[in-house]
């Protein structure tokens, strides 16, 4: 049997629990692909997955230790072979996908069904495409459990990040105006990403103003509806990536339907709804995905250590 390197964890914990090991190359069935992975991510997802924080993850991933032991969430690719009854792909095909509940893509190959899998469009590299995933993914759903109009007032805090830079992409192509919040050292990057007004948390909380908002993204889950609330308009929105002190967002999001002011839980879209919007929005040119370090795969331990932190910019790859 052939040979390939993964990034392996046999039970929940931190960075130090992840291993890169030689173990078999799988062998695609009928209905599979075998793609070799060029480049994958390492991203908050997966830290979740890595972790089981929140405790809720256990009942997906496994309550006691996780089924699947080899780590990844998004990749990009090569096909490399195909099962007899796959029609949509065909060998040396470029390819792409995400699977939140886990790729096992953090490792030279992976075997993949048709639904999981999408074609990279021209002229995008193998680390953009890695890239464009995850966070786009979340993004996404952002925008479109609400209706934006013209000349609404958006507020993203924490659009450095790899949720919050897609997400900034994305709302740029409307008529609004947009204010981020990011760290000193990332102010030029929402300049140059669109950002009509910037908070530099660092020096000033952006709930300590008066401007009111329509809808406020919190994409790293580090406010609360009780905060952000004074900031809404009449029937304006909150919706946050976390679930909130005590899963309060889940709770919000049922009690406040009768109010004017409400919090939104985004519920993912299928990748069949998302990753066809990305693909089309990195076609086009109106998103670029932003990556922060490389690694390689033996040093991914460290990039999950940097990950943990809660740091990054835009995304972390992982070259394979």
Request: net charge positive.
């Amino acid at each position: 049997m052939s040979k390939m390197k993964a990034s392996i964890r046999r039970k929940y914990g931190s960075s130090n629990q992840i291993k890169v090991e030689n173990i078999e190359k799988p062998i695609p069935k009928d209905n599979e692909i075998l793609i070799k992975v060029y480049a994958t991510t390492v991203n908050r997802t997966d830290c979740a997955n890595l972790t089981a924080k929140p405790f809720i993850m256990r009942f997906v991933l496994g309550l006691f230790r996780p089924r699947k032991i080899i780590l990844g969430t998004d990749f990009a690719g090569e096909v490399k072979s195909i099962g007899k009854n796959v029609k949509s792909f065909k060998v040396n095909d470029t390819v792409f996908g995400f699977n939140d509940t886990g790729s096992e893509s953090q490792a030279e190959y992976i075997i993949e069904t048709e639904e999981n899998v999408f074609l990279i469009p021209e002229n995008i590299d193998y680390k953009q495409a890695a890239a464009s995933l995850e966070g786009a993914n979340y993004a996404y759903t952002f925008i479109h459990k609400v209706t934006i109009q013209p000349d609404q007032n958006i507020l993203i805090n924490g659009a450095t990040g790899g949720i919050g830079s897609a997400l900034l992409q994305f709302v740029r192509q409307y008529d609004v105006k947009i204010t981020a919040t990011c760290n000193t050292k990332n102010v030029n990057l929402m300049q140059s990403l669109g950002a009509d007004k910037i908070y530099d948390y660092t020096e000033k909380d952006f709930t300590d103003d008066n401007d009111t908002y329509d809808f406020i993204f919190d994409a790293v889950g580090k406010s609360t509806f009780g905060k952000c609330k004074p900031l809404l308009k009449k029937n304006g929105i909150y919706i946050s990536s976390e679930l909130g002190p005590y899963s309060q967002n889940i709770f919000y999001a049922l009690f406040t339907l009768v109010f004017k002011k409400k919090v939104i839980f985004p519920v993912p879209y299928s990748k069949q709804k998302t990753i066809p919007y990305i693909s089309n929005q990195l076609a086009k040119g109106n998103f670029k995905p932003v990556i922060d370090r490389e690694y390689v795969l033996e040093d991914i331990s460290k990039a999950y250590e940097y990950v943990l932190k809660g740091e990054k910019t835009g995304n972390v790859i992982i070259n394979v």
